[in-house]
């Protein structure tokens, strides 16, 4: 009994026309995957409470950038890492300038740019300096002194005025930093599951592209 065997068409064609979509299908699947991930963790962040602004620090890429490739590789990662790991974690953040940690009020406002107030920052916005007041039990306070309430929709506090100052008319003390010795945060992410599900599924992905590819 013999066999005889004929290849119809070009066969380097052939080959070449199937590497490319194997390049194709394991690029779109890194992208796919990377992707899904990126969405993952954001919709985790938002859903933990920490707002929208730090879930889109969650960015992905995929190399090579231009072209496909047997080797495509994804890359997600955070562009606030500091504070993702603190919330993946879970740690205690303790002052670095001193005892106490200052945490703004409402009252305390904005910083420069909207950045967060800190002590320092409020008195040399305001040029008017904050009161201590140590309180054994608790959290203890710094309190800007002579305030009075703005009325309108800006709302907020702002330095009484030389006639309200005699008078002492509607002037009050306002906490503007709460100051405690630390503050513990809980674990409220989890990044290396969500990572290692999107690993697990980059061979499916892959597949699924290379079939779509060879159905169109």
Same mark, same amino acid.
């Given at each position: 009994?013999?066999?005889?065997?004929?290849? &119809?068409? &070009?066969?380097?064609?052939?080959?070449?026309?199937?590497? +490319?979509?194997?390049?194709?299908?394991? +690029? /779109?699947?890194?992208?796919?995957?990377?992707?899904?991930? =990126?969405?993952?963790?954001?919709?985790? #962040?938002?859903?933990?409470? @920490?707002?929208?602004?730090?879930? !889109?620090?969650?960015?992905?890429?995929?190399?090579? =950038?231009? $072209?496909?490739?047997?080797?495509?590789?994804?890359?997600?990662?955070?562009?606030? *890492?500091? #504070?993702?790991?603190?919330?993946?974690?879970? +740690?205690?953040?303790?002052?670095? %300038?001193?005892?106490?940690?200052? #945490?703004? +009020?409402?009252?305390?406002?904005?910083?420069?740019?909207? =950045?967060?107030? &800190? *002590? $320092?920052?409020?008195?040399?916005?305001?040029?008017?300096?904050?009161?201590?007041?140590?309180?054994?039990? $608790?959290?203890? @306070? @710094?309190?800007? &002194?002579?305030?009075?309430?703005? !009325?309108? %929709?800006? $709302?907020?506090?702002?330095?009484?005025?030389?006639?309200?100052?005699?008078?002492? !008319?509607?002037?009050?003390?306002?906490?503007?930093?709460?100051?405690?010795?630390?503050?513990?945060?809980?674990?409220?992410?989890?990044?290396?599951?969500?990572?290692?599900?999107?690993?697990?599924?980059?061979?499916?992905?892959?597949?699924? !592209?290379?079939? /779509?590819?060879?159905?169109?």
């Amino acid at each position: 009994m013999g066999f005889t065997c004929r290849i &119809d068409g &070009d066969l380097r064609r052939i080959l070449a026309d199937e590497l +490319t979509q194997a390049e194709t299908a394991v +690029t /779109d699947g890194m992208r796919d995957a990377s992707e899904g991930l =990126k969405v993952e963790l954001r919709q985790q #962040i938002v859903g933990a409470g @920490l707002g929208p602004k730090l879930a !889109n620090t969650w960015r992905s890429e995929v190399y090579p =950038k231009n $072209g496909t490739s047997l080797r495509a590789a994804g890359y997600v990662f955070s562009k606030a *890492p500091d #504070i993702v790991s603190a919330f993946e974690d879970g +740690t205690v953040i303790r002052s670095q %300038k001193g005892f106490w940690l200052a #945490i703004p +009020t409402p009252a305390a406002g904005k910083g420069v740019g909207g =950045k967060r107030m &800190d *002590p $320092g920052m409020w008195e040399r916005m305001r040029g008017q300096r904050l009161r201590f007041i140590y309180r054994s039990s $608790g959290v203890s @306070l @710094l309190v800007a &002194d002579n305030m009075r309430a703005r !009325n309108g %929709k800006r $709302g907020g506090f702002a330095k009484g005025s030389d006639s309200a100052l005699r008078s002492g !008319n509607g002037l009050a003390s306002v906490v503007m930093f709460i100051l405690v010795p630390q503050v513990s945060l809980r674990k409220r992410l989890d990044v290396a599951a969500a990572a290692q599900k999107w690993i697990d599924a980059v061979p499916d992905l892959v597949i699924r !592209n290379w079939r /779509d590819g060879g159905a169109s």
